[in-house]
């Protein structure tokens, strides 16, 4: 058991659960996510126990999923409903593994643990997405290389002067300072900049921004991968609630031990009503990633033996508390979660 099952795991953009099933992978396991009766979101294993022909393969019907193969039905419990073959019988081994499912924040959820654990683990809170100030584009892209990884780049904000150069001026690390804290199982990393100039990206959210502001840059940390990262940029000595924000979730699914999907969703509190403004933010965003952070992230995998980064003894430096402090509580909570599951 390499990644931690008891917990829930974003599955989907609900705007993106439409007529068509989808097929995803989380955790190393083949799932279907669809729109079930009343158009509720269902997760089954993807696999019909008939032939094992994938069920995202099929269609959607009145709430159920009919396999592309030989067309038995199914609900969204995973309960065959309908047995087109002989006498139509619908026997018990026809039935298929359902996994919870629930919907915050305009995102599917599943839970990938023990069923009956479900109902005692209450979804991610990530306030920021309450925040009616915030205007939201959206994107997900998939990543070789294993989630930790990515976790590791994101809670390290000091790369960004080096690779990605629209988001921040030249001496940035050196002007930066760093704090990071942990409550509970909960990191919080903390970076301040005084007399920075303003980046690109923030003349676009600052009409007659000034040649220089301060900048706060927020982000914290949640088992097992969502990140909330909040920046802003003002002329006080602290944030104040009408200076611009620019607000970025991160939330991570472990597809398996060397691939992620990266969903992300980039909120503003300025130029809200601007659609050139969004559609420059979306695709400032995704190319981020995918073309700068995404190749780095997959170099840095080809030159270890393994996905375990701290068995490489690699250098520590102090902006690296956060990402360190991260990789602590998920193998604890591995090991608890071990622990649980011996002794079931």
Not at 107 to 123: E, F, I, K, N
């Amino acid at each position: 058991m390499t990644f931690l099952r008891n917990a829930w795991y974003p599955a989907a953009w609900s705007h993106d659960l439409g007529e068509t099933p989808l097929e995803l992978q989380i955790l190393d396991q083949m799932i279907v996510v669809f729109r079930g009766e009343g158009g509720h979101p269902k997760a089954l294993y993807d696999a019909c126990p008939h032939r094992f022909a994938p069920l995202s393969r099929g269609k959607l019907r009145d709430g159920r999923i009919i396999c592309g193969y030989h067309g038995l039905e199914f609900d969204g419990t995973g309960r065959c409903v309908r047995n087109p073959h002989g006498n139509g019988k619908t026997v018990s081994a026809l039935h298929v593994q359902s996994f919870p499912v629930a919907v915050r924040y305009g995102m599917v959820w599943v839970w990938m643990g023990h069923a009956s654990l479900a109902d005692s683990h209450p979804l991610p809170e990530l306030p920021l997405f309450d925040d009616p100030s915030l205007t939201w584009v959206y994107g997900q892209l998939d990543v070789r290389v294993n989630y930790e990884l990515v976790t590791d780049n994101l809670l390290d904000l000091t790369h960004v002067e080096f690779l990605h150069p629209f988001l921040a001026s030249p001496g940035n690390s050196v002007r930066t300072h760093y704090h990071c804290e942990q409550t509970g199982d909960e990191v919080r990393s903390v970076y301040t900049i005084k007399e920075e100039p303003v980046t690109g990206l923030f003349q676009l959210l600052w009409p007659d921004a000034p040649a220089t502001a301060n900048m706060v840059a927020d982000i914290v940390w949640q088992a097992p991968a969502r990140l909330s990262l909040k920046t802003s940029m003002g002329q006080g000595e602290s944030p104040a609630a009408h200076d611009p924000q620019l607000v970025v979730m991160h939330l991570l699914v472990p597809q398996g031990e060397g691939a992620t999907r990266y969903f992300w969703a980039a909120g503003r509190n300025s130029a809200k009503d601007c659609e050139n403004v969004s559609a420059m933010l979306k695709q400032g965003t995704q190319n981020a990633f995918e073309c700068e952070d995404e190749p780095m992230i997959a170099a840095v995998r080809s030159r270890m033996r393994s996905n375990d980064l701290m068995a490489h003894k690699p250098a520590i430096l102090p902006f690296d508390e956060g990402a360190v402090r991260a990789r602590r509580i998920v193998t604890r909570m591995l090991d608890e979660e071990r622990a649980k599951h011996a002794a079931l």
